[in-house]
């Protein structure tokens, strides 16, 4: 079983930044892949940026795109999300998930295997 922690949430600015780390352990299989998500209030839950087994490859959110940067560093079991220019609408609670096995980000929330408790995010105007 793995377990997936995020932090780093909390309340900023509109224009402010924020980072989000996720921190991993338990047993892993030898490839997985990591993404973030996110869920406001009513919403269904969002895809937001997923990175590859190797961190070679990124997706975002066209909503997001430009403003964050999803990273990894396996070594440390840790997937971070840095989040600039943030606006109120980029207010929810964001999950770090794991998809094991694989090596491609997929966007849908139901092919991830493992989930964190969440993060809440709220961006002031």
């Known amino acids: 079983q793995v377990q997936l922690v995020e932090s780093g949430g909390g309340l900023v600015q509109a224009g402010g930044s924020l980072r989000l780390s996720c921190a991993a352990s338990?047993?892993?299989?030898?490839?997985?892949?990591m993404g973030w998500f996110r869920q406001a209030p009513g919403k269904e839950r969002e895809f937001v940026a997923g990175?590859?087994?190797?961190?070679?490859?990124?997706y975002y959110a066209d909503s997001v795109k430009g403003r964050f940067t999803i990273s990894r560093d396996n070594a440390k079991n840790t997937v971070y999300l840095q989040m600039n220019s943030l606006k109120p609408e980029d207010t929810a609670v964001y999950y770090c998930?794991?998809?094991?096995?694989?090596?491609?980000?997929?966007?849908?929330?139901?092919?991830?295997?493992?989930w964190g408790q969440g993060t809440q995010v709220t961006v002031s105007s």
């Open positions: 998930a794991r998809r094991k096995d694989a090596i491609v980000v997929v966007t849908t929330y139901k092919r991830y295997d493992y």
């Open positions: 338990g047993r892993t299989s030898s490839t997985y892949v």
């Open positions: 990175i590859s087994w190797s961190g070679g490859s990124t």
